[in-house]
Every structure is written in C-alpha cells, then in structure tokens.
C-alpha cells in the first residue's frame, strides 16, 4: 500500500475515534457527545464536598432538587460582607455527569479572580455555564439548570440571616410576606422540617415580621402541608 494513501486512512481512522459519542442507547440509537471540558471537570470536580460541613462554617446554604428524581443538589458560600463577594463555593449533588461537570464549573466561575459580586451571581444562567463548558448535548441541558438555583438559594438564605430582605430574588414563586420575602415555597420547607405551628414556622422564616396580615394565609398553608406530609390534621 502506497505511504500517502496509508497516512490518509490513518488520519481518517483517528478522525472517527475521535468523533465517536461518549453515550449510545442500545434501545434506540440516539447518542450524544460530552466536550473534553465536560469530561475534564466530571472527572475531576472542583470544589466538591463529599460530606455534609458543620453549617456554622458557611455563611449561606441553598438545596434544590428531589430525591425521587434523582437530582439533588446542595451548594455552600462563605461571603466576604465588606467586599459583597462569594469568597467559597462548595457543593455536592446526587446527579449525572452533565450536572456534576456544570456544577463544577459554576463553583470555578463564582470564585476565580477573587470571588463574584452577590449581585453579578444572582444573574449566573445556565447558558453562561454551558459556554464555558464548550456546550451539553440537548438531552443534557436541564442538568445544568440545579447549581445556579442552588446558588441564588444559599445567597437569598445569607440574606435573610443578615436581614437584607429587599435583595432577596423569589425565582416566581408566590411571595405570602412582601417584608421578608417568604414564599410558599419556604413555608412548605419550614413544615418538612419540622416546624409544626404558625409559631415555629415564624421562627424559622421571620414570616410576619412587621406584616401580620400574612399570618391567616400562613395558618392555613401550615395547615395543608401537615396535612400532605403527616397525614390528616387534627387541630
């Protein structure tokens, strides 16, 4: 075989090894292929915890996801009050390759050249980590989307301990206290964990601090999720 033709189809051969999916689904065919970036960081991850820190080690903590799903994400922050920076991002998850290589990423971009502004991060999208990955494939882009809504959780928490209700971002959920910017959402959380009256539910939220007329919607929301999680109510 002639030296040009033999180089040209070992350049093809590499071409193909190349551009072979790192996933293919033996059911249907479709497969999808993951940026040397994607794999670099899954393999590798920055700033990953492995174990639950002691809370009083970070300034703010944020968990999204569902376990029934799968994807369960939970990101810490230590903030730099002067200088309002993120000056460490941990986080772990219980995820796919895409949303531990996005998360990953995202912990990198919060903290490199001295940390992010809180406002600047609270504007952190999914396409600004996907760029950064050099892209997902389409079938993987929702992976992506837990670690920034982690991250604007675990910030809006360091602005409710630090009373900074006013900068706190609700994502569109229904805000039940226009003071302290307590949603639903929050509600429902106090109840899963633990909270069983008006009172105790305050006490965790700061809901109804200087607007008690929120507090009969309060009542009955504590009500119905009791309800949901513990069974019937019997107040």
């Known amino acids: ?45 920055k700033n990953l915890l492995w174990e639950n820190p002691d809370s009083a080690k970070y300034d703010g903590e944020g968990i999204v996801g569902s376990p029934a799903c799968g994807d369960v994400m ?22 796919c390759a895409s949303a531990v290589a996005a998360t990953s990423m995202l912990s990198v971009m919060i903290t490199e050249k001295g940390g992010m502004l809180l406002d ?16 997902l494939p389409d079938r993987k882009i929702h992976c992506s989307v837990l670690g920034d809504k982690a991250l604007r959780t675990a910030i809006n928490d360091w602005f409710k ?5 006013s900068r706190i971002v609700t994502d569109g ?30 006490k965790r939220t700061k809901v109804g601090i200087g607007y008690p007329e929120c507090l009969p919607e309060v009542e009955e929301l504590v009500r119905f999720y009791r309800e949901k999680y513990y069974g019937v109510d019997t107040d």
């Open 161 to 165: 301990k630090t009373n900074q209700f």
């Open 120 to 135: 600047r991060a609270l504007e952190v999208r999914p396409q600004d980590i996907m760029k950064r990955l050099g892209g």
């Open 74 to 95: 939970r990101v810490w922050l230590k903030i730099d009050p002067k200088k309002d920076k993120i000056k460490e991002f941990k986080w772990r998850t219980f995820g």
């Open 173 to 202: 959920e229904k805000v039940i206290d226009p003071n302290t910017k307590v949603t639903e959402a929050d509600i429902e959380e106090a109840v899963l964990e633990g909270a069983q009256t008006v009172e105790e539910v305050q």
């Open 1 to 45: 075989m002639p030296k040009k033709i033999e180089k040209t189809e070992k350049k093809t051969a590499k071409k193909s090894v190349k551009s072979k999916p790192d996933v293919v689904n033996k059911f249907t065919g479709n497969s999808w292929a993951y940026s040397k970036t994607v794999r670099d960081h899954f393999f590798k991850p």
